[in-house]
C-alpha cells in the first residue's frame, strides 16, 4: 500500500528536529529507523501530516563510555549495539538483546532511541533499560526508565521532544536474555532478563503487561536467599498480562515464571 | 511536496523529483524501472524488497526514497558483471536455491551481506542470517546450501562444517 | 521412447537465469504505456447490509479518473452467473448463493469489494478509497462451522433459505455396521484442520487493456491457469474467446490460491472497457491474507474398529467443510478427502459423509494437496490412535493392513483404483533410515528422564494427475482435465513447444523441455517450452494444480512429438526413397530398417517438410496432441519426524525428519527434492504454527500479516533426508507420478504423530493443529491435572 502524503523535512539537529516538530504541532511524527512507524503509514493506520527525518543528525549515532556508565546516541543501531566490542565487555546483556530483534534488515536500520520512544509492550530494550535504571535524555530533560514506560505505546514525551540518548550503567556480571518465540524473527511472546549486578541480581520481563516489567519479587526472593527455582515462581506475583494470538494470560505468567529460572540459572 | 533526490543506483548516478511517500522500492521499480526488486507484504516482514544501503541488507520497502538521497544503492540488477553472474547467483542456479523466483532477489541480496560481514558462514549463521527473508516454494533447504555453496566459491570457505544440531521451532 | 539422455538426469533449469538477475516478468513488472490504477474499496465487516455509498468526495480527490459501484457494471459483467460456472465437484448442490463480483446490497466476507476507484497514480487512488463513505447495517457474522449447520442459526446470506452447502453421503452408515458390530476395539476422535492461508509470495496482480475499435481484450494477470481465466472472462464481459487474451508470464508461486476467477479478474477488464483505458490493480499482502481463497478449514469426526490384532475392519469418517461466504469453483474437490480416508490400508468397508456450511469469510479452494492432506492425516492420526489403543507398534499396525505391493493395480472402497504402490518396502527404507529401532530403545531411555521424545510416521499415499475423465465428469456435468500440447519444427529445425500447463515454480519449462529434446532426439537449447499465453498453441489449456503438469502435461507433450515424428517419417521416406514402414527415427535421425547410415536429421526433415512434397502430402510438421489420462496417479511414502516437546513450555523442536518417497520414474530428480522440501515446510508450518484466526463476534481476520500467520523461516525449517524407491506407474507412456502436493500431504501427520507420541506419557492421545507451545501446554497442564494457578506440575 501506498502512505497517505505527508510532508518530509529532513533535521540536520537536534534543535532543528525540535523546531520542526512545534511548527508540524501534534501530527507530525520523528523518522528513526521506521520499522515500526512506515508499516503503520503503509497500512495507512498512521496518517502523520509530516515526518520529520532525525537520520542525518549527525551525533546522535554513538557509544560511549562514561565512568560507570555507557551512553547510547539515539540513532545507534541495533547492529552497531550488536557487534560493539565495548557493548560486549560493559554491557553484555545489551549486545546479546540487539542481536535479537528482528532481523538483519532490521537491526540494520532500527535504533535504540526508537525502540524506546515507540514503547511497544513487547520491545526488549525497554525490559533492559527499566531492570537496570538506565536513563532516558531528550532534548529537554533526563527521565528515569521507571518513569518513562508509562503505558503501552505511552511516554511523557511531549510532541516536540525527541530521545537523544539512553544512558545505562556498566553491568557484566552474569547475564541472560530469554526471548521465547515461535520464529526467530518474531517478537517477544514473552522475554526475560536476568542481570547479576552489584551484588544482586536484576530481574526484567517483556510483554507480560502494557510496559515492561522489573520483578522484584524475584530479585528480593533471590537476596534473601531462594533458590532460582522457587525465587522464579514470584515472577508473575501481580501479572495481568492481556491474550494475543501466540499466548493466553495464564501462558504469558507460566512463561515469565519457568523463562525467569532459566535466565538466572543460565546467566553467565 | 516533490524533493529532489540524488542516489547511485548500480554504479550509475540518479537524480529524479519524487514524492515524499513514495517508497524505496517503488522508486526503484516504477521511476528507476528496475523491476527484480519485489514486494512480498505489507509489514516489513517477507524481505522479498531487500537491497543494500551503502552495503548493508535493507528492505526497500521500508524506507522512504527521500531517504536514500546521497546513498549507494545495490539492487539485484547490479550483482552480474559483464555478463558474468555473481557467484551468488551461479549458486542458486546450481543448487535450485529458487522456484517461483518471486523472493529469490531479496534471498540473493540477503545472503550478500551475510557473506559480507561473515564470508564463512555456518550452516546456523546462514539460517540466523537469511532470518528476515520468506520463501513459501523451497523449504529453505537449497537456500542454505546455495549460499554455502556461493561462500565457497568466493573463496571464504575451508566451509565449517555443516554441523546443526537441533532446531528448535517454537521457543528461545 | 528412445534410449534416454536428458530424462532421469539433473538438468539445471533453464528458467533461472532471468528469475535470479531481477529480469523476471511477474505481471506487476511489465511496464505499461498510460495505464491507470484501481484500488478496491473492500468490506470492513464480515457481514453487512449496504445502505448507501457515497462517492462524491472520492471522485473529486485529485488524480481520481472514475469511481464504480455494483450498479456501473450491470451492463458490462454479465449477472451473478459469472462465478456460477456451477462449482465444480459439488455432489450434491443444496445452497450455492449467487456472486457477484461487487457487492450491491449486501456483503458477506471482510473484503468483499464494494467500490472501485481508478486514478492516474496508485496513491491517488489509495486516497480516493478512503474517501469512499459506505453506510453499512452490520448483521450477526456467522463464523463457527458447527454452529452455522444447525437449523434456525443466523444466515450467510439473508435471502439464502440456510447456510448448508451440499451434504452427500458416499457410503451410508449402514454399509459399515457389520464392522463395529464385530470389532474388538473401536477408537474415536475429532480431527481440525484449520484454515490455512496459501500465500505464494506474490499477491495477485491483474492488469487489462481494451482495444475499443477492434473490440479486443487483453489481460496480464498472476494465474496457474490462464485459459479457464479467458473461458471465464469472455463468458461475463460477453466476449467470444478470440477476441479475449490472456497472459500470465512468470508467477510467483500458487498453491491452489490462484486456480479460480477473483473479482478483480472481473472488475478490471470491465472497468478498461469502462474507461478505454488499460488499468491495473496491485494486491496488497494484506488484501491478499484477507481475500484469497483459503485452504483446508475442517472437522472430521471419525470412528475406527479394529480386531485385537490391529486388522482393519471399518471406518466412519464424517467432513464438516468451511466453505466460506459463497462456494468457490473447486470448493467441493475437497470432499476427496472422504474418499481417501482409508489411507494405503485394507478395510472392509469405509462410510463417509461430507457436509459444507457457509460462513461469512472468504470461501475456501483447493491449497497444495486439497482434500489428500486432510485424508492422509485423518488415515495416519487414526493408525496412530488405534496403535495406542491396542499397545501395538504403529509400524506392525501400518504393515498389517497395508494394501500389497501384488495386489496393484487395487480398487479402493470407494472404487477409485490405485495404479500401483508398494508400500511396505518404501516404508521400510525409512524405517532404516530413521534407525527406527534404535530411535525407539533411545525414547525409552529418554523417557525415563522425563524427556517428552516421541517419534511420528506417516505412510502416505496420493491421487493426483487431474484427471480421468471417468472420475471427474459424473461430479462436474462433464468437464475433463485432460492437457494439451502443440509441438512445431520450424523450417530450420528449431523446436517451439506450446503447453496448456503453467509453471509458476515447478520447473516444468525444464522438465518438458528433457522429454521433448529425449523424444524429438536433439539438443534441449534446440526446443523453447512456452505457457501462459492464450493466443499461442492449443485452443484449450486446462493448467497447473493436482500434480498435473508432468503425469498428465507431459504426456501431451511426449505424444505430440511423436505425432510430429510419425508425419515427419513420411518426409523422411520421400527423401530416402523408401517406404514409410521402413523408416526408423532413432536419436534425432531418420533411417531406413537396417541402413542406418543412410539417414536425415530431424532438422532436414523439417526443411523438406515446408518444400516441395510428393503430390497428397502436406507441408509443415507440427501437431497437437491432447492427453486425457486414464487413471489418476498414485505416489506413496514414508515420512517419519522425531521430536521433543519441551515439558515446561510446549516448545516443540524437530530433532529429525526423514522422508522417503515414490514418485514413479523421475524426469528430473533436483527439481523432485525441491518440491518435497517445499511441501514438508509447508506441511511442517501447518501442523506447528499456521492458523487464520478470525474474531468470533466480528468476523474480523486476526492473523492478517505474516507476523501473526507465522509461516516457518530458513532458522524453523528442520534438516530433511530424502530417499525414494521407484514404482512406475502403469497407467501413461513415462511411467511418471505427481509430487508437488506431496510433501504437504505426507508431513502434518508425521509432525503431529510424533508429538502425540512424546506426550502419550501424560496420557495425552490427540493434538490439533496448529500444536502451539501455548496450546500444548494447555493440554499438558490439563493431563497433569495441574490447576492453573501458578503452580506448575514438575515434570
Known amino acids: ?268 | ?172 | 521412447m528412445a534410449v534416454s539422455q536428458l530424462v532421469g538426469a539433473r538438468i539445471h533449469r533453464r528458467e533461472d537465469p532471468r528469475l535470479i538477475t531481477g529480469h523476471g516478468r511477474y505481471t506487476d513488472d511489465l511496464p505499461h504505456q498510460g495505464v491507470v490504477h484501481l484500488v478496491v474499496v473492500r468490506s470492513p465487516h464480515a457481514h453487512a447490509r449496504i445502505r448507501s455509498i457515497s462517492i462524491d468526495a472520492a471522485k473529486k480527490a485529485p488524480g481520481v479518473l472514475a469511481v464504480y459501484t455494483a450498479p456501473d457494471f450491470k451492463d458490462i459483467i454479465a449477472g451473478p452467473a459469472t462465478f456460477a460456472v456451477a462449482p465444480v465437484f459439488a455432489p450434491n448442490k443444496l445452497t450455492n448463493p449467487p456472486r457477484y463480483p461487487i457487492a450491491a446490497k449486501e456483503v458477506c466476507y471482510q473484503g468483499e469489494p464494494v467500490a472501485v476507484v481508478i486514478a492516474g497514480e496508485r496513491g491517488q487512488a489509495a486516497d480516493g478509497a478512503q474517501l469512499v463513505d459506505v453506510d453499512y447495517e452490520v448483521l450477526p457474522a456467522v463464523m463457527d462451522i458447527e454452529a452455522a449447520a444447525k437449523p434456525g442459526s443466523a444466515k450467510v446470506h439473508s435471502d439464502q433459505p440456510d447456510n448448508i452447502a451440499w451434504d452427500t453421503t458416499y457410503v451410508p452408515w449402514e454399509a459399515t455396521e457389520e464392522a463395529f458390530k464385530t470389532a474388538d476395539v473401536v477408537v474415536k476422535e475429532r480431527i481440525l484442520q484449520q484454515r490455512l492461508s496459501p500465500n505464494p509470495m506474490e499477491s495477485r496482480v491483474v492488469m487489462a487493456e481494451y482495444d475499443s475499435f477492434d473490440k479486443r481484450l487483453t489481460m496480464w494477470l498472476s494465474t496457474q491457469n490462464p485459459h479457464w481465466i479467458r473461458l471465464f472472462v469472455a463468458g461475463a464481459l460477453g466476449m467470444g474467446e478470440q477476441a479475449v487474451r490472456v497472459i500470465s508470464h512468470d508467477v510467483g508461486g500458487g498453491f491452489g490460491s490462484k486456480i479460480s476467477p477473483y473479482p478483480e479478474d472481473f472488475i478490471v477488464p470491465a472497468c478498461a472497457k469502462l474507461l478505454d483505458r488499460p488499468v491495473k490493480y496491485t494486491e496488497t499482502r494484506t488484501e491478499a491474507m484477507q481475500n484469497a481463497y483459503a485452504g483446508r478449514g475442517q472437522i472430521f469426526d471419525v470412528e475406527v474398529a479394529a480386531k485385537k490384532d490391529g486388522t482393519l475392519l471399518g471406518m466412519r469418517v464424517t467432513q464438516l467443510l468451511d466453505a466460506g461466504a459463497y462456494m468457490a469453483l473447486f470448493s467441493a474437490f475437497q470432499t476427496c478427502a472422504c474418499l481417501m480416508a482409508g489411507g494405503a490400508y485394507h478395510w472392509n468397508a469405509i462410510s463417509s459423509r461430507s457436509q459444507a456450511v457457509l460462513t461469512n469469510k472468504i470461501p475456501t479452494d483447493p491449497y497444495r494437496g486439497a482434500g489428500r492432506p486432510e485424508a492422509t492425516h485423518v488415515a495416519e492420526r487414526m493408525m496412530d490412535v488405534l496403535a495406542l489403543e491396542l499397545d501395538m507398534d504403529p509400524v506392525e499396525l501400518r504393515r498389517k493392513n497395508f494394501i500389497r505391493k501384488e495386489e496393484f493395480p487395487y480398487t479402493q472402497n470407494f472404487g477409485l483404483t490405485i495404479d500401483s504402490g508398494d508400500y511396505e518396502t518404501t516404508m521400510d527404507k525409512a524405517l532404516k533410515i530413521a534407525g527406527y529401532d534404535d530411535l525407539r530403545k533411545k525414547q525409552k531411555e529418554q523417557r525415563k528422564h522425563g524427556k517428552l521424545v516421541g517419534i511420528g510416521l506417516s505412510t502416505w499415499i496420493e491421487l493426483c494427475g487431474l484427471g480421468p475423465g471417468a472420475a471427474t465428469g459424473p461430479a462436474t456435468g462433464g468437464v475433463v482435465l485432460s492437457e494439451s500440447a502443440q509441438v512445431k519444427i520450424h523450417p530450420a529445425g528449431g523446436v517451439s513447444i506450446y503447453v496448456g500447463t503453467h509453471n509458476h515454480g515447478q520447473g516444468n519449462d525444464t522438465t518438458h523441455a528433457q522429454i521433448a529434446a529425449d523424444t524429438l532426439g536433439i539438443p534441449m537449447e534446440q526446443i523453447d517450452i512456452r505457457h501462459g499465453d492464450t493466443n499461442e498453441g492449443p485452443g484449450f489449456g486446462y493448467g497447473t494444480y493436482g500434480s498435473r503438469s508432468l503425469a498428465v502435461g507431459g504426456i501431451a507433450i511426449l505424444r505430440s512429438c511423436n505425432k510430429v515424428i510419425e508425419k515427419g517419417k513420411q518426409v523422411a521416406a520421400h527423401l530416402l526413397e523408401a517406404a514409410e514402414e521402413d523408416i526408423v527415427f532413432d536419436h534425432g535421425k531418420f533411417h531406413v530398417k537396417g541402413a542406418p547410415d543412410k539417414s536425415k536429421a530431424l532438422g532436414e526433415v523439417a526443411f523438406a517438410a515446408y518444400g516441395q512434397l510428393p503430390a497428397g502430402m502436406e507441408q509443415g510438421l507440427e501437431a497437437v496432441a491432447y492427453f486425457e489420462p486414464p487413471n489418476f496417479v498414485w505416489p506413496f511414502g514414508t515420512h517419519i519426524c522425531v521430536v521433543e516437546v519441551d515439558a515446561e513450555t510446549g516448545a516443540v523442536d524437530i530433532q529429525k525428519y526423514v522422508a522417503v518417497d515414490d514418485c514413479g520414474n523421475v524426469i528430473n530428480p533436483m527439481i523432485v527434492a525441491g518440491q518435497l522440501h517445499g511441501g514438508i515446510a509447508q506441511g511442517i508450518a501447518q501442523a506447528l504454527f499456521e492458523e487464520m484466526v478470525y474474531d468470533d463476534e466480528s468476523g474480523q481476520l486476526k492473523s492478517a500479516t505474516f507476523l501473526d500467520y507465522a509461516m516457518l523461516t530458513a532458522n524453523e525449517m528442520p534438516e530433511i533426508q530424502l530417499d525414494s524407491t521407484v514404482t512406475p506407474s502403469p497407467t501413461n507412456d513415462l511411467g511418471v507420478k505427481g509430487i508437488g502436493e506431496a510433501g504437504t500431504i505426507a508431513s502434518t501427520a508425521a509432525v503431529i504423530n510424533a508429538i502425540c507420541d512424546a506426550l502419550s506419557p501424560l496420557g495425552i492421545k490427540h493434538v490439533d493443529m496448529p500444536a502451539t507451545s501455548d496450546r500444548l501446554w494447555l493440554q499438558m497442564q490439563r493431563a497433569r491435572g495441574a490447576s492453573s494457578n501458578g503452580k506448575e506440575a514438575r515434570k
Not at chain 1, 188 to 208: H, P
Not at chain 1, 224 to 236: D, F, I, L
Open chain 2, 1 to 172: 511536496m516533490k524533493h529532489k533526490v540524488s542516489t547511485t543506483v548500480n554504479g550509475t548516478r540518479r537524480e529524479h523529483e519524487v514524492e515524499s511517500r513514495l517508497l524505496l522500492v517503488h522508486y526503484l521499480r516504477d521511476v528507476v524501472g528496475l523491476t527484480g526488486t519485489h514486494i512480498g507484504c505489507d509489514t516489513s516482514q517477507c524481505g522479498a524488497c531487500t537491497i543494500l544501503v551503502d552495503g548493508k541488507a535493507v528492505m526497500s520497502c521500508t524506507m522512504f526514497a527521500v531517504q536514500a538521497e546521497g546513498k549507494q544503492l545495490t539492487t539485484i540488477e547490479g550483482m552480474a558483471k559483464d555478463g558474468e553472474l555473481h557467484p551468488l547467483q551461479q549458486a542458486f542456479w546450481d543448487e535450485h536455491g529458487l522456484q517461483c523466483g518471486y523472493c529469490t532477489p531479496g534471498f540473493i541480496m540477503a545472503a550478500a551481506y551475510l557473506l559480507s560481514q561473515n564470508p564463512n558462514p555456518t550452516e546456523d549463521e546462514i539460517r540466523r542470517g537469511l532470518e528476515g527473508n520468506l520463501c513459501r516454494c523451497t523449504g529453505y533447504v537449497n537456500i542454505i546450501k546455495s549460499v554455502q555453496s556461493a561462500a565457497k566459491t568466493m573463496g571464504g570457505a575451508k566451509a565449517k562444517p555443516a554441523g546443526r544440531p537441533a532446531v528448535t521451532a517454537g521457543g528461545e
Open chain 1, 1 to 268: 500500500m501506498i502512505p497517505a502524503a505527508f510532508e518530509y523535512a529532513r533535521a540536520s539537529s537536534v534543535e532543528e528536529a525540535s523546531k520542526l516538530l512545534k511548527t508540524y504541532g501534534e501530527d507530525a511524527k520523528v523518522l528513526a529507523g521506521g520499522h515500526s512507524l512506515i508499516p503503520l503509514m503503509r497500512l495507512r493506520l498512521a496518517q502523520p501530516k509530516a515526518l520529520v527525518d532525525i537520520n542525518g543528525i549527525k551525533d546522535l549515532d554513538y557509544i560511549k563510555e562514561d565512568g560507570s556508565k555507557l551512553r547510547f546516541g539515539a540513532l545507534t543501531r541495533h547492529v552497531t549495539i550488536e557487534h560493539s566490542a565495548v557493548v560486549k565487555q560493559k554491557l553484555p546483556i545489551l549486545a546479546e538483546v540487539a542481536s535479537e530483534i528482528g532481523d538483519n534488515q532490521v537491526r540494520n536500520m532500527g535504533t535504540i532511541g526508537g525502540v524506546v520512544a515507540h514503547a511497544d509492550a513487547a520491545g526488549d530494550y525497554p525490559t533492559i533499560a527499566l531492570m537496570l535504571d538506565a536513563e532516558i535524555v531528550t532534548n529537554r530533560r533526563t527521565i528515569a526508565a521507571k518513569d518513562f514506560f508509562k503505558d503501552i505505546f505511552t511516554t511523557p514525551l511531549a510532541a516536540d521532544e525527541i530521545v537523544i540518548e539512553v544512558v545505562f550503567p556498566v553491568a557484566n556480571g552474569p547475564h541472560k536474555y530469554i526471548k521465547f518465540r515461535r520464529r526467530l524473527f518474531d517478537w517477544a511472546i514473552v522475554g526475560a532478563a536476568a542481570q547479576k549486578m552489584n551484588g544482586g541480581w536484576r530481574i526484567g520481563l517483556t510483554n507480560v503487561g502494557p510496559t515492561p516489567v522489573r520483578a522484584k519479587a524475584v530479585e528480593e526472593a533471590l537476596h534473601t536467599g531462594a533458590k532460582p527455582e522457587e525465587a522464579a515462581q514470584h515472577a508473575s506475583d501481580g501479572l495481568n498480562p492481556s491474550g494475543d494470538l501466540r499466548a493466553s494470560p495464564e501462558y504469558k505468567k507460566h512463561l515469565a515464571r519457568v523463562l525467569t529460572k532459566r535466565a538466572i540459572e543460565q546467566a553467565e
